[in-house]
């Protein structure tokens, strides 16, 4: 079992940045994949950065690259979501989440392959 913990969400205007922040609990934070999901009303949980165990190799979609980045500090069971220029349509609830195949290629992470989620944090940009 882990648990997941998110924070650092909140209000921001447009074009500002939020650390995001994720702190694992339970078993070993090193047996997991991590990945940062979002889900805004009326739509579905998406990916938005997905880092391996070792925090060697990362993944974005096109849709956020170059805008976020992930990152993990595995001394401190932490995942981190770095946001920057963000935009009224990032408005969505945050939620970060592990995956116990360590052999996983994080670009092929899904929504439905997680076995851990957070209860997330919830970001608003404004305009």
């Known amino acids: 079992q882990v648990q997941l913990v998110e924070s650092g969400g909140g209000l921001v205007q447009a074009g500002g940045s939020l650390r995001l922040s994720c702190v694992a609990s339970g078993r070993s934070f090193t047996r997991y994949a991590m990945g940062w999901f979002r889900q805004a009303p009326g739509k579905e949980r998406e990916l938005l950065a997905a880092v391996s165990w070792s925090g060697d190799v990362t993944y974005y979609p096109d849709s956020v690259k170059g805008r976020f980045t992930i990152s993990r500090d595995n001394a401190k069971n932490t995942v981190y979501l770095q946001m920057s220029s963000l935009k009224p349509e990032d408005t969505a609830v945050y939620y970060c989440?592990?995956?116990?195949?360590?052999?996983?290629?994080?670009?092929?992470?899904?929504?439905?392959?997680?076995?851990?989620w957070g209860k997330g944090t919830l970001v608003t940009v404004s305009s």
């Open positions: 989440a592990a995956d116990s195949n360590l052999n996983i290629r994080v670009a092929t992470m899904t929504t439905q392959g997680m076995d851990y």
